[in-house]
């Protein structure tokens, strides 16, 4: 069984608020325990009651298993894919919503391209325009496997 196979699959805005989190510093024990007892925060930018009240207690294996094991978002859209970057790994990247050209660009690390590989839906795919080396980043295109073929 491979990676990927293993990881469960969640909404894109459940993970969004996951990686929202998970920017708190909380570790993985923390972080299950604080949003099962619904001891959350409140910043405006998510109601973090919805993961309390949704995946993590309707479904409190794949909520535990996407915090200590990773995940694989269930559908993504252009603008989830660049605000998943935001939040999950502090960059801003530039969307293209010129039709038929989509992407999502973004600078990312070795480490930033696997975790954003890793979470991917089914029907995207990234491409190189500069490969990052050592520490520096690399450029990147995020776009729908259609603009591919």
């Known amino acids: 069984m491979t990676e990927s196979t293993k990881r469960v699959r969640i909404s894109q805005w459940d993970a969004l608020m996951l990686e929202s989190l998970r920017s708190l510093g909380w570790s993985h024990e923390e972080l299950i325990r604080q949003v099962q007892q619904n001891e959350l925060p409140t910043?405006?930018?998510?109601?973090?009651?919805?993961?309390?009240?949704?995946?993590?207690?309707?479904?409190?294996?794949?909520?535990?298993?996407?915090?200590?094991?990773?995940?694989?978002?269930?559908?993504?859209?252009?603008?989830?894919?660049?605000?998943?970057?935001?939040?999950?790994?502090?960059?801003?990247?530039?969307l293209s919503l010129e039709e038929g050209s989509e992407a999502v660009i973004s600078e990312l690390t070795h480490a930033e391209y696997d975790r954003l590989q890793q979470v991917l839906s089914l029907g995207w795919v990234i491409q190189e325009v500069r490969p990052a080396s050592g520490d520096a980043a690399g450029l990147y295109l995020i776009v729908p496997v259609a603009q591919t073929n």
Do not use: M
């Open 43 to 94: 910043d405006g930018q998510f109601d973090y009651t919805e993961l309390a009240t949704g995946l993590a207690s309707k479904e409190p294996e794949v909520f535990v298993s996407a915090v200590t094991d990773g995940y694989q978002i269930k559908y993504n859209t252009i603008r989830g894919i660049r605000t998943w970057i935001a939040v999950a790994l502090g960059r801003e990247p530039e």
